[in-house]
């Protein structure tokens, strides 16, 4: 009788993808989660990623974040005022300085030329599509994904006004699922948003609360009329209608589009604008992956 060989496993493991969410400058914990799945032995084939979410993903993707890294870390929030232009029209900060600087520092292959696959969401300010960027200028999708309105100023592309994928896709599994990845690790970032506003006691809402914004709009707030009772200033209520925006955009995606770990850095103490505490970011980023290691290792077996 002839032997049956014995079956070798030939298992591959799953195509990975890595979902980076929006949150203006909580998305320095995007470092941190990366650098704990690195530590892990876990490398993604794809990345995705929305608004500041696109910027850690093609900073990843082009196998720059130990450069982009060691930037962060050294900002202080006067040289990022530096890097804003003010303008009145379609946002506060027309953003060229950014861009600027980014061609300056950074090479741009091209998104067809990233080391790994690379995608970004923007949302048209027309029809309000999400729009998936895949091909062109990096610097100029990124740029496009993150831009926030009524802060940056709105991207024209291919004929449409394009602005914040977070308005419309906050954390993009469709987007890495579409491009081949099969186990989707998403990153949500505003998970605790509401936390910060409910622990802020009323009398304090006068105080200055999202550092580098409130530097540029001190003067309006200055000349706000007073009043017996003290309410949110004008930027309290904007970001706080943002946020709530943002909180349930990304719940409703992600019980209809479900990834399969999510990693939910907790930074309900983090401003719209604190870009110069990437050290604490990328910190609670590292924590937050930490959490979800032993499932994700389970989940890749």
């Not at 103490?269 to 870009?275: E, P, S």
Request: aromatic share 4%; proline share 5%; hydrophobic share 45%.
């Amino acid at each position: 009788m002839n032997e049956v060989p014995a079956r070798s496993d030939t298992r591959r493991r799953p195509r990975v993808g890595l979902a980076l969410g929006s949150g203006s400058a909580r998305g320095w914990s995007h470092v941190g989660v990366i650098r704990a799945l690195e530590d892990a032995g876990i490398r993604p084939d794809v990345v995705c990623g929305s608004s500041v979410g696109a910027l850690i993903g093609a900073v990843y993707a082009a196998g720059e974040l130990d450069r982009f890294e060691q930037w962060i870390r050294g900002l202080r929030w006067r040289s990022v005022l530096a890097l804003l232009d003010m303008k009145i029209d379609g946002g506060l900060i027309e953003g060229s300085r950014l861009v600027e600087f980014f061609r300056r520092h950074f090479a741009d292959p091209g998104i067809e030329g990233l080391a790994l696959p690379f995608g970004c969401v923007a949302t048209n300010l027309a029809t309000g599509a999400e729009v998936w960027l895949r091909d062109g200028a990096v610097i100029e999708s990124v740029r496009a994904s993150a831009a926030l309105p009524g802060l940056l100023t709105p991207v024209a592309r291919d004929g449409a006004l394009l602005v914040d994928g977070g308005l419309v896709n906050p954390v993009p599994v469709s987007l890495c699922r579409a491009m081949g990845a099969e186990v989707v690790i998403a990153v949500d970032l505003n998970w605790s948003l509401m936390r910060r506003h409910a622990q802020r006691a009323p009398e304090a809402a006068q105080e200055p609360a999202h550092g580098l914004v409130d530097e540029l709009l001190q003067r309006m707030r200055a000349r706000a009329p007073r009043t017996a009772r003290k309410l949110p200033s004008l930027l309290d209520v904007l970001l706080t209608s943002l946020n709530i925006m943002q909180v349930r955009i990304t719940n409703s995606r992600l019980a209809g589009e479900p990834a399969d770990i999510v990693v939910r850095p907790d930074l309900s103490d983090f401003g719209l604008m604190d870009f110069h505490r990437a050290a604490a970011a990328i910190a609670e980023g590292e924590r937050a992956a930490a959490r979800v290691l032993p499932s994700l290792h389970e989940l890749l077996r």
